[in-house]
């Protein structure tokens, strides 16, 4: 089964900790933006259909950015209707995983019925905190009630499948309250949380206030203790943390995100989108520029493409693997290495399988390097 994702660059503006490459608009050039991609489409479905073998459907697909919440919902549409039609030999339409990103101030009534209509049955909404100062601070659109009120109009509109992403370990000027914000999050019951730490980026406004003095650096403790505090509630309020940075209840995890996790094939659509194979790798040129350009002179918008060695692969499948709940068999571990690590808190033998502790996931790059003597390749 094929797993797609169609990367939308556009965003209204650029968030303070953010160095993707977006395009600010303030009015989005969907028409051109969906012509591009079905060209795009047209270009490498050939690419995709193995003469010979049995056709394989979609099981999962993913809008993700950027802001595909800013594309109007009958571009969304048209966008979707062309991709369930380039893969035919999908049996249900109503067994993928489709799913958009948003943010709370695109979610509307009517757009939000509109998604649902397209068959999007999944929204992951970049909700990051419920303090207005820290959204303020965050160059953020929405305010925190916003937040709630999305939420409330997806499941009106029959999306139940809601993901929030958050962000912690801001800055400690900004006295952010991340147990209050935790606890906002679990109170609306979403299906799933994912979590991420901010980090500084060049030529981010953030990497520009820290120069300047007039924002300080995240620090390791506030990281290490605020995800730990994040483990401790999710834990206890029924989630389970199945990635480092992803807890779900159960039987709803994102199967889009498993599917990069256990290494299956992917494909990518749209600009800086990335397509694996299995053995290698390709992806398209980052700008919207550039990538439009291409297209509208029937080039190829891929940028480049590499070919796994043997021992990218095997650090790829260790790191993978310990990222996630899946763990890494015992017998991957010297004995000696396993009885330091189960000592030390980080990991825990599960059967026959060995899995981090939230303390692991916390040096998982350290683990790695430590288990495989080679430095993470970026
Ligand atoms: S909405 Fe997302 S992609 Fe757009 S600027 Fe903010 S963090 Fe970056």
Not at 4 to 25: E, G, K, N, T
Not at 76 to 99: K, Y
Not at 283 to 302: C, F, G, I, T
Request: charged fraction near 25%; hydrophobic fraction near 40%; aromatic fraction near 8%.
């Amino acid at each position: 089964m094929h797993h797609l994702y169609l990367h939308v660059p556009f965003c209204a503006r650029r968030c303070s900790y953010c160095d993707f490459a977006i395009a600010v608009r303030k009015v989005v050039p969907a028409a051109e933006y969906v012509e591009c991609v079905l060209q795009e489409l047209a270009l490498r479905a050939s690419g995709w259909v193995d003469p010979g073998a049995t056709p394989r459907g979609l099981e999962t697909l993913y809008l993700g950015g950027g802001t595909p919440s800013l594309l109007p919902p009958d571009a969304i549409a048209t966008l979707l209707t062309s991709l369930f039609d380039a893969f035919p030999s999908t049996p249900s339409l109503d067994a993928v995983e489709i799913t958009l990103e948003a943010n709370p101030e695109d979610v509307t009534p009517a757009a939000a019925a509109a998604w649902r209509r397209s068959r999007v049955n999944r929204v992951s909404l970049g909700a990051q905190s419920f303090d207005d100062d820290v959204l303020r601070w965050m160059h953020r659109s929405h305010d925190g009630a916003r937040i709630s009120a999305a939420v409330r109009t997806l499941r009106g509109a029959g999306i139940e499948n809601v993901s929030l992403d958050l962000i912690f370990a801001l800055p400690a000027e900004l006295e952010r309250d991340w147990s209050r914000d935790l606890e906002e999050a679990l109170a609306l019951r979403p299906a799933h949380l994912s979590l991420y730490g901010l980090t500084v980026e060049e030529r981010t406004p953030l990497a520009r206030w820290i120069s300047r003095g007039a924002s300080s650096a995240p620090d390791d403790e506030r990281y290490a203790a605020e995800y730990l505090l994040a483990h401790e509630r999710l834990e206890a309020a029924g989630y389970h943390f199945y990635e480092v940075s992803n807890a779900a209840r159960d039987g709803l995890r994102s199967r889009h995100n498993s599917a990069y996790w256990s290494r299956r094939p992917y494909l990518g659509l749209g600009p800086a989108a990335h397509s694996y194979d299995g053995t290698s790798r390709r992806w398209n040129l980052a700008q919207w520029e550039a990538y439009r350009r291409a297209l509208h002179s029937s080039a190829s918008p891929v940028a480049s493409r590499e070919i796994l060695t043997p021992e990218q692969r095997e650090l790829e499948r260790l790191y993978l693997a310990l990222r996630t709940d899946e763990g890494l068999p015992v017998t991957a571990f010297p004995p000696d290495r396993l009885t330091a690590w189960v000592a030390a808190g980080w990991v825990e033998v599960q059967g026959d399988r060995v899995v981090c502790r939230p303390e692991g996931w916390l040096r998982l790059d350290a683990l790695v390097r430590d288990l495989t003597g080679t430095p993470l390749v970026a």
